[in-house]
């Protein structure tokens, strides 16, 4: 989005792209079951020293998904497709957290994916301005949590091509594409 708003506008939005690792970690043989969705295991967010994230075995049985919320820069057309951040701590965590039901060494599965982050790591929701004015809309730098607000945001930027404003008690002066402006970190 960096690169293509640049391109057409001149518009420097400071979005930087992070590099972020989704894992699968091995549930030892016998506990499967305490991990699978329906269980009492959580969808949790650890916030001490290392923020890491996951959920109950779902999408892969046998599995769980177990990520530490930390990424490096990345070129989003020349990826490097690195190991992932902070790897080695977060074995050490899953080591510490799990009591030794889940297989800890190395994950089965890595899956790469990116983060577009804002310095604010609010959205930008807005009309692209200056030469273009009211006639482009753009939507972009989610910054890791733009899956839940899709419906929401869809709607919004389908409202401001057709319509030019949001229906209802949307404000999206807080997601103006401007307000790095002055502030660029
Ligand atoms: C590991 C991970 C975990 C996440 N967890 C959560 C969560 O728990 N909750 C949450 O709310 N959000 C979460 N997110 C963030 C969420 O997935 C994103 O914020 C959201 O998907 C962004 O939507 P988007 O439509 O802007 O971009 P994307 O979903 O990236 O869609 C962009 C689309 O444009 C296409 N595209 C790219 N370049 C071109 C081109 N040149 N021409 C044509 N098409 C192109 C791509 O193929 C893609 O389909 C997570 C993201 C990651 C990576």
Request: charged share 25%; aromatic share 12%.
């Amino acid at each position: 989005m960096r690169k293509l708003v640049k391109k057409v506008s001149g518009v420097q939005i400071p979005i930087k792209p992070l590099e972020i690792n989704v894992f699968y970690w091995k549930v030892k043989e016998g506990h499967e079951g305490d991990f699978a969705i329906g269980g009492d295991f959580p969808t949790f967010s650890s916030h001490g020293g290392l923020h890491v994230f996951g959920t109950p075995s779902l999408e892969y049985p046998g599995l769980v998904k177990v990520v530490v919320e930390a990424g490096d820069t990345c070129d989003p057309d020349k990826r490097e497709w690195g190991p992932g951040a902070k790897v080695e701590e977060l074995k050490e965590w899953i080591k510490k957290s799990f009591n030794g039901f889940v297989e800890w060494r190395e994950p089965v599965m890595k899956q790469a994916c990116m983060y577009s982050m804002t310095p604010d790591h609010d959205y930008v929701v807005d009309f692209l301005g200056g030469h273009f004015g009211k006639d482009v809309v753009v939507g972009g730098g989610f910054s890791g949590h733009g899956f839940k607000m899709a419906p929401v945001i869809g709607r919004v930027l389908a409202e401001l091509a057709v319509d030019g404003v949001p229906s209802g008690q949307i404000d999206i002066k807080p997601f103006g594409i401007g307000r790095f402006n002055n502030s660029p970190k």
